[in-house]
């Protein structure tokens, strides 16, 4: 028997949004992700959206006494941790699957930026490089999974919403002020059973209490 976990989200966004691609364009240095089988709206990929989730549970999780690896280096994954079994590890793949996440109705425009000379601190004319920024008012998308039981799969459902609810800001020029948002809604069904909030609470709740349970 296996479990299948569907996860809807929803951010509301109070910036612009940047995420760079590979995708060139004429007159622009960094270009945003465009989804080319639809209606070509931007998109933040699901590499990104996947890597920031993880990142948002990890500090969420540490902060809360939980110790969990840090992946932002592959060198110091461990492999054991709850994060790496939701989100997977060089050992096993992530039992998740995520696609990239729409940036509906979304308005593009470009911002111009000079990097500084670090020495001078003046900027030189040629350094002056184009963004290109998407306007929305959301970024929403859905992330499902294969579990071995419900219990798992409501685990990794919980720290998906984790890392929602931690991460203030997405993609690049976070401290310049881009990608800012916060999370609307999040619908969690295991096996088409609709599963609250509350419930994915609860499952953190356990995680920082097992770790009380062991320092006792
Ligand atoms: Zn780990």
Redesign the pocket.
């Known amino acids: 028997m296996t479990s299948r976990l569907a996860v809807d989200f929803r951010f509301c966004l109070v910036s612009g949004v940047h995420v760079t691609g590979e995708r060139a364009e004429l007159w622009t240095d960094k270009a945003l992700v465009l989804d080319w089988r639809e209606v070509r709206h931007p998109v933040v990929p699901a590499t990104t959206l996947k890597g920031w989730l993880r990142d948002g549970a990890e500090r969420a999780l540490r902060s809360l006494g939980v110790q969990?690896?840090d992946?932002s280096s592959a060198s110091t994954?461990?492999?054991?941790?709850?994060?790496?079994e939701a989100f997977g590890?060089p050992g096993r793949k992530s039992p998740l699957r995520f696609r990239d996440a729409r940036l509906s109705d979304a308005l593009r425009d470009m911002k111009m930026s000079a990097s500084l000379s670090r020495h001078r601190k003046t900027a030189y004319e040629e350094r002056l490089f184009s963004t290109e920024v998407a306007w929305a008012p959301v970024l929403e998308g859905t992330i499902d999974g294969i579990f071995s039981s419900p219990d798992k799969a409501l685990r990794a459902a919980a720290l998906l919403w984790l890392g929602a609810k931690m991460g203030f800001a997405i993609g690049a020029a976070r401290s310049r002020g881009l990608g800012w948002l916060g999370l609307e809604s999040f619908q969690t069904k295991v096996d088409n059973e609709k599963r609250k909030e509350a419930e994915l609470a609860q499952q953190i709740q356990e995680m920082t209490r097992e770790v009380r349970g062991m320092s006792i």
């Open positions: 969990v690896c992946a994954i461990c492999g054991r941790c709850s994060v790496c590890h």
